[in-house]
């Protein structure tokens, strides 16, 4: 049975840093797409990182590019999504999903994923 799980969120001031975690079981992840969305209160699931595990391709939205960091160990089957420069806006559920080769221009289209994680929570205050 696969499972995937996140953790590593928590409460953190505007300026500071987070990673979050994502382990995967019951599948290897070479071969699939791992992305990172968040559901911010009232407002629809957004994509924020996307990588393709084989080819080591990211990418990232518009939003976090330059402050968030996505990326994969093969050993642990883990993705981890490092957060700088945290801002209140950033403050949402972070879930992981993934499935087998997500195509470049869908990765951010939660409809392409069937296994999601349950996510966990960021919060930043000041």
């Known amino acids: 049975q696969v499972q995937v799980v996140e953790s590593g969120g928590g409460l953190v001031q505007p300026g500071g840093s987070l990673r979050l975690s994502c382990a995967v079981s019951g599948l290897v992840l070479d071969g699939y797409t791992i992305t990172w969305f968040r559901r911010e209160p009232g407002k629809a699931q957004e994509g924020v990182a996307a990588l393709d595990f084989s080819l080591d391709y990211k990418y990232y939205s518009d939003s976090v590019k330059g402050r968030f960091t996505i990326a994969g160990d093969n050993v642990k089957n883990t993705v981890y999504l490092q957060m700088n420069s945290l801002k209140s806006e950033d403050t949402a559920v972070y879930y992981c999903?993934?499935?087998?080769?997500?195509?470049?221009?869908?990765?951010?289209?939660?409809?392409?994923?069937?296994?999601w994680g349950h996510g966990t929570q960021v919060t930043v205050f000041s």
């Open positions: 999903a993934t499935d087998r080769h997500v195509g470049r221009n869908s990765w951010f289209l939660t409809s392409m994923y069937d296994i």
